[in-house]
């Protein structure tokens, strides 16, 4: 498993950026696709974003997509989220995960992810 610790969480106002950053150890990272997701309080984990170990493919919920942008930086073993243009409906926890399946094709369900970060809280207020 690799390990996984999300920063970069914090306030913002609705209109306002924020860059998510995702350090892992252990297992190879580059070995892992990478994913981003997120929790509102009440609501069930959903998929944001993810892309593929060598970072050539990228995809996007609809709900992000046009404002969010996934990277990763594989010599760094870290992955970012770069969200502009925020909503207050993109308030939740955030999360990064990682899959080390071999499956192909984008991985959207939380159950294809085995490793997790502890999560990092992003709040946009209106």
């Known amino acids: 498993q690799v390990q996984l610790v999300e920063s970069g969480g914090g306030l913002v106002q609705a209109g306002g950026s924020l860059r998510l950053s995702c350090a892992a150890s252990g297992r190879t990272f580059s070995s892992y696709v990478m994913g981003w997701f997120r929790q509102a309080p009440g609501k069930e984990r959903e998929f944001v974003a993810g892309?593929?170990?060598?970072?050539?493919?990228?995809y996007y919920a609809d709900s992000v997509k046009g404002r969010f942008t996934i990277s990763r930086d594989n010599a760094k073993n870290t992955v970012y989220l770069q969200m502009n243009s925020l909503k207050p409906e993109d308030t939740a926890v955030y999360y990064c995960?990682?899959?080390?399946?071999?499956?192909?094709?984008?991985?959207?369900?939380?159950?294809?992810?085995?490793?997790w970060g502890q999560g990092t809280q992003v709040t946009v207020s209106s």
């Open positions: 995960a990682g899959s080390y399946s071999l499956s192909p094709g984008p991985l959207t369900g939380a159950t294809d992810f085995g490793s």
């Open positions: 892309i593929s170990r060598r970072g050539i493919s990228s």
